[in-house]
């Protein structure tokens, strides 16, 4: 790192610290001799059409790590929870809670199959939803709780779990951001009806673009994969009502060779992981987001949280970094009550959201980010913060 003064940020006309983009997309590449064989070995059977090989092997490769009795593939993760949302609401009802700081689609979701969103606050501790925070929004129309993970560490499964129980409510769960997380040892995917997950190229594992849902309901399986169009519905379902949703046999192959990459890639998001983890300890006005060491997760995120102590505001930050070619990006900004909508919402914010809202950051990760890049990162980082009046004096 060769800054020595605020003349030297890209902000400010010097050049910029990386000579291409780093970006928070996790961008993990697996083995292609495993995607390319895979793929032969679906053209060469007679598995172009839905269903073929790769879906097969990727389904049960998928509800085996999971421990789940059921993993339906699908074209994304978007579609997984709009189709689990359809199968498992309850009828006549009209609204879904979900939190408000979560993906960027959610509420359009909620739109997609005629609901409405009920947006509610999280915790502080974890930026996700607990009991305490949905039940405030639960009434006589709602028909589902969506529990959307965190981007690091997980929502509290445990009291979402009894108040869904207590209340007779479905539950769904995003689990994008958690895949493949353990709580309390055990892992993930079976909590809830049903979970959601994405392997477009920026998630944990990589299929281009495709997702899954996990269950340990026959009927609910069942129920997806005919409407998704997977399965051929028996006569008496042959009017169901449904969309095309199919993972094609291409992006399961980089799936499948995302899957016996896994355990690698989570030692290398470890090495970048503990690399910010030690580098940032020293940086005032930076907090890093710790994961739960003694849980299973895959160190994919970085987040960091700006603190009283950090001078310049996050979009400031974004700007000076991005001017560095560091694709950093706002946590869940804005929040989906902020947002301007088509079609009709509901929201029971407290003061969490609004105060997490515009304090975190996600740091570049994923395989195209080295540890010797994490270190300059974190150089710039501490310098920015050291020199912190000059910076705002230029800007
Ligand atoms: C990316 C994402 C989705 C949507 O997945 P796609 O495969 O991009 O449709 C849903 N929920 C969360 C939390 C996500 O991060």
């Given at each position: 790192m060769k800054k020595v003064s605020a003349a030297d940020l890209a902000i400010n006309g010097g050049s910029p610290l990386f000579d291409s983009i780093l970006s928070t997309s996790n961008l993990v590449l697996p083995s292609q001799e495993i995607f390319f064989e895979r793929l032969q070995n679906s053209i060469s059977s007679s598995g172009l059409t839905s269903n073929g090989p790769c879906v097969e092997e990727f389904?049960?490769?998928?509800?085996?790590?999971?421990?789940v009795k059921h993993c339906i593939a699908t074209c994304n993760g978007l579609w997984a929870l709009a189709v689990c949302i359809r199968c498992i609401r309850l009828e006549g009802k009209s609204e879904i809670v979900m939190p408000s700081l979560t993906y960027r689609r959610m509420a359009d979701i909620a739109a997609w199959v005629s609901m409405t969103p009920h947006f509610c606050d999280v915790e502080m501790t974890t930026r996700g939803v607990s009991a305490a925070k949905i039940e405030p929004c639960l009434n006589e129309n709602t028909g589902l709780i969506l529990a959307a993970h965190p981007i690091v560490d997980l929502c509290d499964i445990d009291s979402i779990v009894g108040l869904a129980r207590e209340?007779?409510?479905?539950?769904?769960?995003?689990?994008?951001?958690?895949?493949?997380?353990?709580?309390?040892?055990?892992?993930?995917?079976?909590?809830?009806?049903?979970?959601?997950?994405?392997?477009?190229?920026?998630?944990?594992?990589?299929?281009?673009?495709?997702?899954?849902?996990?269950?340990?309901?026959?009927?609910?399986?069942?129920?997806?994969?005919?409407?998704?169009?997977?399965?051929?519905p028996r006569e008496s379902e042959s009017s169901a009502f449904g969309i095309n949703g199919r993972l094609c046999e291409a992006h399961a192959a980089l799936a499948i060779a995302s899957i016996y990459d896994l355990e690698d890639q989570i030692e290398r998001n470890r090495g970048r992981y503990f690399a910010y983890k030690n580098l940032l300890s020293g940086i005032k006005g930076l907090r890093l987001v710790k994961y739960d060491e003694q849980q299973v997760r895959t160190f994919k995120n970085i987040l960091v949280e700006l603190t009283e102590d950090w001078s310049l505001d996050r979009a400031q930050t974004i700007e000076l970094?991005?001017?560095?070619?560091?694709?950093?990006?706002?946590?869940?900004?804005?929040?989906?009550?902020?947002?301007?909508?088509?079609?009709?919402?509901?929201?029971?914010?407290?003061?969490?959201?609004?105060?997490?809202?515009?304090?975190?950051?996600?740091?570049?990760?994923?395989?195209?980010?080295?540890?010797?890049?994490?270190?300059?990162?974190?150089?710039?980082?501490?310098?920015?913060?050291?020199?912190?009046?000059?910076?705002?004096?230029?800007?």
């Open positions: 389904e049960a490769l998928i509800a085996q790590r999971y421990g209340r007779n409510i479905p539950l769904l769960f995003d689990s994008v951001e958690a895949a493949y997380a353990t709580h309390g040892g055990k892992m993930i995917g079976g909590f809830g009806e049903a979970e959601c997950f994405s392997m477009h190229a920026s998630k944990f594992l990589n299929g281009f673009e495709a997702g899954y849902i996990t269950t340990n309901s026959d009927s609910l399986a069942h129920d997806l994969r005919v409407m998704i169009d997977q399965e051929v970094l991005h001017a560095e070619n560091l694709l950093v990006r706002p946590y869940y900004s804005p929040p989906l009550h902020k947002k301007e909508y088509s079609f009709d919402v509901k929201t029971n914010i407290q003061s969490n959201t609004e105060f997490l809202g515009d304090r975190y950051l996600l740091l570049p990760c994923g395989d195209f980010v080295s540890e010797s890049d994490v270190a300059e990162i974190c150089e710039l980082l501490n310098f920015i913060s050291n020199t912190r009046d000059l910076i705002g004096a230029e800007l």
